[in-house]
């Protein structure tokens, strides 16, 4: 038997249902009712030992509890009575003061160990403050940075902005410059080569030899101007987009046969043949006719120019799976053109050095301004070219609806 705290506990070694079993009886020196002890407060203990019971008598409640001994264990005889008894007897304090001071220290380390737990906590919460006021502080450094990046982002594209339009607004003063001036110079040049005419002509008043060589010359470099002043005029108007193409069903074997009259007039080298294929069938694309023809002419005229010996040869096919698309083809056995320079070509004024000069040689504007018309009509101008061996300048063109 122990008293401890305020109760006094029984512990009796019986047989309960004929087995051996420990029997532990608890006895309040106040009166606790049972309802609340075993019913309540220890109701849970029911499930570690095999009967729990418990009476209220006059000033105390009795509470009762067994558990079965397990039959391996070691037998229960006097001797091991005495040793528990001795086990159970150190485990309870001596005086209920003690108890109180034992229970007192043990409050104090744990009243110990919650300070340092709340220590720590606020430690630890000044720590998330702290780190909390540094993400805020570089998140608002960050959102002002970004901030003035998309300013500048904004200001350049206000600024790129501008100055396309600035260079729009260049371009189009260009093209306007080109085209008035290129149109005023046209009267005049046009009157020196009839002026040059008309003092060659016989009914003119007789010139030496020396005057008419000279005249002769004026006019060559009055017509050479003329056409570039030409050819100035319908690349300004093309780029000032005031070419509107006259849109029509084009039917490629007739202009075809206009092309390869108005050629054979040309004076031709004697080793140089040109040969315009008649196209195969029913031949129509929508286009304007009269650029196409210009187009179509400029790349004859450049064929003839720098082929010395062998053909020119224009043709038209029908692309096998281009659904439906033409291409026009100018093939030449002339001078050919360095690959590096196949787009440079194209580029106004260009001509390529120490090419082949022939009689007539033109302004460098021809295949700017061919390239353009086929542009506007819808179709695109490549090169396909090996020096000394011929080059091939192929239109590409769309159907026409019906076909
Ligand atoms: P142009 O013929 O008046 O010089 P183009 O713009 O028509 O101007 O041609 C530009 C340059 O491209 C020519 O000067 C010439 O050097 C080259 N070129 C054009 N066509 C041919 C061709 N069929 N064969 C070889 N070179 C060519």
Redesign the pocket.
């Known amino acids: 038997m122990i008293a401890a705290g305020g109760a006094q506990v029984a512990f009796l070694a019986d047989m309960v249902g004929a087995r051996p079993a420990l029997l532990i009886e608890i006895t309040t020196y106040v009166r606790i009712l049972r309802a609340i002890t075993v019913d309540g407060h220890i109701a849970r203990v029911g499930r570690l030992v095999d009967t729990l019971d418990g009476e209220d008598a006059d000033e105390v409640t009795v509470v009762r509890m067994s558990r079965h001994l397990p039959p391996s264990g070691p037998p229960l005889t006097e001797q091991r009575h005495e040793e528990v008894r001795a086990q159970l007897a150190a485990l309870a304090p001596s005086m209920p003061m003690d108890e109180l001071l034992e229970q007192n220290e043990q409050l104090l380390r744990a009243l110990d160990e919650v300070r340092t737990q709340r220590d720590e906590l606020a430690r630890l919460n000044d720590e998330l403050t702290e780190t909390n006021r540094g993400v805020m502080a570089l998140y608002i450094q960050l959102s002002e940075e970004l901030e003035e990046t998309n300013r500048g982002v904004v200001a350049l594209y206000a600024e790129l902005d501008e100055k396309s339009a600035q260079l729009r607004a260049a371009s189009e003063a260009k093209s306007r410059f080109l085209a008035n001036v290129s149109h005023e110079l046209r009267a005049p040049v046009t009157s020196i080569i009839g002026l040059g005419r008309l003092m060659t002509d016989s009914g003119s008043d007789p010139l030496t030899a020396e005057q008419i060589r000279q005249i002769e010359l004026i006019r060559g470099s009055a017509t050479d101007l003329l056409s570039l002043v030409n050819?100035l005029l319908d690349l300004a108007k093309a780029e000032a987009g005031r070419l509107e193409p006259t849109w029509a069903d084009v039917d490629l074997r007739v202009l075809f046969g206009q092309l390869r009259g108005t050629l054979r007039a040309l004076p031709a080298r004697p080793d140089v043949e040109l040969i315009v294929e008649e196209p195969a069938g029913p031949a129509l694309v929508r286009s304007d006719e009269v650029l196409l023809a210009q187009v179509l002419r400029?790349?004859l005229?450049?064929?003839l120019?720098?082929?010395e010996r062998g053909e020119?040869r224009m043709r038209a096919r029908r692309l096998p799976d281009g659904g439906g698309w033409w291409a026009l083809t100018?093939s030449?056995t002339?001078?050919?053109?360095p690959p590096e320079?196949h787009e440079?070509?194209?580029e106004?004024?260009?001509?390529?050095?120490g090419?082949?000069r022939a009689p007539g040689?033109?302004?460098?504007?021809?295949?700017?301004?061919?390239r353009r018309l086929v542009t506007l009509l819808g179709g695109s101008l490549e090169?396909a070219?090996v020096p000394g061996e011929?080059?091939v300048?192929t239109v590409l063109l769309p159907p026409s609806d019906g076909g």
């Open positions: 050819d400029n790349l005229t450049n064929g120019k720098f082929t020119v100018v030449d002339g001078v050919g053109i320079l440079r070509i194209f106004e004024f260009y001509q390529v050095p090419g082949a040689s033109g302004t460098g504007l021809g295949l700017p301004y061919a090169v070219s011929g080059s300048f």
